[in-house]
T-cell receptor, first 112, second 114 residues
Framework: GQQLNQSPQSMFIQEGEDVSMNCTSSSIFNTWLWYKQEPGEGPVLLIALYKAGELTSNGRLTAQFGITRKDSFLNISASIPSDVGIYFCAGQNTGTASKLTFGTGTRLQVTL | ETGVTQTPRHLVMGMTNKKSLKCEQHLGHNAMYWYKQSAKKPLELMFVYNFKEQTENNSVPSRFSPECPNSSHLFLHLHTLQPEDSALYLC?????????????FGDGTRLSIL
């Protein structure tokens, strides 16, 4: 089935550093979502993007909906230990909302 | 976030056992979903229910049998599973299937098949 390419696959950073990750697709989406999953838990919605070019923030997190509608970016500023987890992007199109296509995830480790 | 609750959190069963996974959502949503999450693979959609009616079966083997008695509850009945069925099973809900509102996930049931 369709798959989103998410990069990097994993990141090891120091506390206080900024983080950038991205997600690309061969087809367009009209909604992009970013989720975070911590060990032993389900994915938790971080940010939802509904318009091409949209830039949305949630605390230290900022995500952008790419102009081409085929990509999205997530930035985390001034990382802290509780940012550890796996970050998933997901694309969705209205009318086929059940067809959430997920990325392969970016595993983030934060060292003190 | 406890809007979507899944039980049990962990389940170990033999290949000949019959067990059920339960999902309950308190968000007033009308669509519910089952996903399978295996190591190093993207989440795989299994089933979709909209207003209690199944709208999607993503070629899931018949040893997995879903049930949705109402918009708030979703079950996954398991029978004669295989070792490769060991995975995290996630339930999600959303306001409706044909909307762009995000899905909200439960914490999953970690299933191990002996």
């Amino acid at each position: 089935g369709q798959q989103l390419n998410q990069s990097p696959q994993s990141m090891f950073i120091q506390e206080g550093e900024d983080v950038s990750m991205n997600c690309t697709s061969s087809s367009i989406f009209n909604t992009w979502l970013w989720y975070k999953q911590e060990p032993g838990e389900g994915p938790v919605l971080l940010i939802a993007l509904y318009k091409a070019g949209e830039l949305t923030s949630n605390g230290r997190l900022t995500a952008q909906f790419g102009i081409t509608r085929k990509d999205s970016f997530l930035n985390i500023s001034a990382s802290i230990p509780s940012d550890v987890g796996i970050y998933f992007c997901a694309g969705q199109n209205t009318g086929t909302a059940s067809k959430l296509t997920f990325g392969t995830g970016t595993r983030l480790q934060v060292t003190l | 976030e406890t809007g979507v609750t899944q039980t049990p959190r962990h389940l170990v069963m033999g290949m000949t056992n019959k067990k059920s996974l339960k999902c309950e959502q308190h968000l007033g949503h009308n669509a519910m979903y089952w996903y399978k999450q295996s190591a190093k693979k993207p989440l795989e959609l299994m089933f979709v229910y909209n207003f209690k009616e199944q709208t999607e079966n993503n070629s899931v083997p018949s040893r997995f049998s879903p049930e949705c008695p109402n918009s708030s509850h979703l079950f996954l009945h398991l029978h004669t599973l295989q070792p490769e069925d060991s995975a995290l099973y996630l339930c999600a809900s959303s306001p409706a299937v044909n909307s762009n509102q995000p899905q909200h996930f439960g914490d999953g049931t970690r299933l191990s098949i002996l």
